[in-house]
Every structure is written in structure tokens, then in C-alpha cells.
């Protein structure tokens, strides 16, 4: 499938670590407030972008959702697939903007996704993906950090390193360290010890921090109604979550 210059990180593309990015993740209870809002606007058909490891797809899937997930990193979506076993969703493996033709009623970005789009070209192109699979009236809801909060001044080893004890792998050790900071793009490395081999695994990411005018104009370039912008409950005061729409009923 093409692409747009957004290749996934190693964290997601290595099969060995995204064996282990679910039990590092923790609890994921982010992603309460998407499924509050798959509610919210009553929809029975979800377009997840960046899926991942398949977590709320297939969370959305069990509810009786029709899901459709893509991602560009077929490491994280084999662990997704080994995970859905009950309501099958269909996973895409590829970038945004070579979706097949969908009318779907909702669709996401969660966690960092919208920010991996480094290119305000990259950036344009998926949201203009997005609004070719909404049906007609659909939302697309996504998050983004507020960069006037500085979120990577915490990314540091003293408050990011712990020790996980993952089944069939053993104790894991992580840490991130922040490598640059050329606003509007923070650039940072997970570093992941794994106790009973000694193997130390790597992955490096940068994301950009887009203010909110300028996120509004890449939105309405893309055809898109920017309906609301709302606070991320688990990350109060840190994060905007957009509501947008097609515009067409």
C-alpha cells in the first residue's frame, strides 16, 4: 500500500517489542473516553487509525461495532490479530490513505497518532483520507498535545523507568530519554532491557506539536467542520481532543 512518509516505529514495526507493548502499556483507560464518545454519536460503523495492537478495535468490535483498523506496522497488527477471537474486525495493513472505499460513521485517532504526521503534506493527505471514509454527516474524532504544556520535559528516566514483569518474557526494564527538541518536532528513544537474556532494544520516535489554530486549518483544508475541542480526561489541562465532521448530512 503507498504511504505518505509515515513509517512506524520500531516499538510498533519490531515483532519482539510489540509483543510487549500491550503489558507496558498499562490499563489503557484513555480509551474510555472514545468508546464514550462511539456512543455519544450512536455509531455502528468506527474507522481506527493507527490501531496498533488492535486494543480498542477489538474492544469496540466485542460491543458489536463494525470496526475497520489500519495500521502501517504489520508486527503490531499480528499482535492484534492473535487477539481477536470473538467479533472479527477487519485490519488493513497500510497507510491511511490507501483505504479502500468506506462509509463508516466514526472515525479515530487516539494516543499520539495525529502527531506522527510530520509533513504538513502527510498530515493533509491522511485527514483528507479520512473524510473520503465517513458517510455522509460521519465524525472523526482525534487527540493532540497542547505543545504549551511541554509534555516532553517529563519524558526523562527518573519518572518514566520501571520494571514490568511480562508473562512468557520475563522481567522488562524501559526508560525513555528525550534525544532533541527543534519545535515544532520533539524527537525521543524508549530504551527496553529485557532481565533474563541481558537484550537491550531501542526505538525512536518524533512527534510534532501543531498549536490549535493550526490544527483548525489542516481540518477545514481537508474539508472537515471542526464541531468542538474538548479536554482528554486522562491527561486534564494537557491535551486537545478534536470533534469534527464531513459537514454534509
Known sequence: ????????????ADPRLARIYDPLDGDRSDLDAYRAMVDEFGARSVLDVGCGTGTFAISLARRGIDVVAVDPAEA???????KDSVKPVRWIHGDVTALPDLSVDLATMTGNVAQVFLG??????????IRRALRAGGRVVFEVRDPGRQAWTTWNRDESQRRTDVPDVGIVESWVDVLDVSLPFVTFRWTYRF?????????????????????????????????DVRDAPDRPGLEWVFVCSSGLS
Do not use: N, Q, Y
Open 195 to 227: 532481565e533474563e537474556s541481558g537484550d537491550v532494544l531501542t526505538s525512536h520516535s518524533t512527534l510534532r506539536f501543531r498549536s490549535g489554530p493550526e490544527i483548525e486549518h489542516w481540518v477545514e483544508a481537508a474539508g472537515l467542520v471542526v464541531h
Open 76 to 82: 503490531s497488527l499480528d499482535v492484534a490479530r492473535s
Open 1 to 12: 500500500m503507498a504511504t505518505v512518509g509515515v513509517l512506524p516505529d520500531p516499538i510498533f
Open 120 to 129: 504538513d503534506d502527510d498530515l493533509a493527505a491522511a485527514l483528507r483520507a
